[in-house]
């Protein structure tokens, strides 16, 4: 087990220790990857966020051959929607809303195959999963808690939509005291251009809430 790492990054090189670092994928779900779910419900070509998989796949086996923290998150909602807000439910006009059927399922709703992460990153025993209401994984989740308990200082942090869930969860994150390091190409959008600028966005101004790097630079540095 390597004791620290360094990865070049943007805008400088990130160290970290491992044993205080969580890797997190975000809502690397069904729903916003594959067709029939929420992401192409709402107008979207899901072919653009597909391009994240074999990056996240290469750093979480580093991940987990390092014995680090992985911690999954997914979005969604309870079947009755008590937990889902109108101002979120009744946002634009998809063809199908949040807990409407689709071809996987009620859209959005936990227990429903579209809610699942993909298969490609399946979890393992061990490995936490936030079921969380909203964009950021910390928001009404005990994300902080599971952090906490285990002396995390620092989060590795990939998935889907970079500018959305991972953006919000970043900032989320860097409010309350962890470094966020983001391997661009381990992160997609359906916006390229969102994708691109909120990668500029996290490390501008000397890392003001992420640093940036790419799967192959972190793997490397966690043989
Ligand atoms: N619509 C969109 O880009 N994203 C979301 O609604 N959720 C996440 O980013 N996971």
Not at 41 to 64: F, H, M, Y
Not at 129 to 154: C, H, Q, S, V, W
């Amino acid at each position: 087990t390597l004791q620290t790492v360094t990865v070049p990054a943007t805008p400088e090189a990130f160290v970290f220790d491992p044993a205080r670092t969580a890797l997190m994928l975000i809502d690397m779900q069904r729903d916003f990857i594959e067709e029939g779910g929420f992401g192409q419900s709402l107008g979207n070509d899901v072919r653009l966020l597909k391009v994240a998989i074999a990056p996240c796949q290469a750093v979480l086996a580093a991940a987990r051959a390092q014995g680090m923290l992985v911690i999954h998150t997914r979005e969604g909602h309870r079947p009755d929607m008590s937990d889902a807000f109108p101002a979120k439910v009744d946002r634009g006009a998809p063809k199908l809303r949040i807990g409407d059927q689709g071809p996987m399922g009620r859209i959005l709703i936990r227990g429903e195959p579209g809610h699942e992460i993909i298969p490609a990153l399946s979890p393992i025993a061990g490995e936490p999963i936030i079921d969380k209401p909203g964009k950021g994984a910390f928001y009404a989740t005990d994300l902080e808690l599971l952090l906490r308990k285990r002396n995390i200082e620092a989060l590795i942090v990939c998935g889907v939509t970079t500018e959305v869930c991972v953006h919000t969860t970043v900032r989320e994150a860097n409010d309350r005291g962890f470094r966020c390091l983001i391997p661009g190409d381990c992160c997609a959008s359906y916006h390229p251009e969102f994708h691109a600028v909120s990668l500029r966005m996290f490390a501008a101004q000397g890392a003001i809430f992420g640093w940036v790097t790419d799967s192959q630079p972190l793997v490397n540095a966690l043989q």
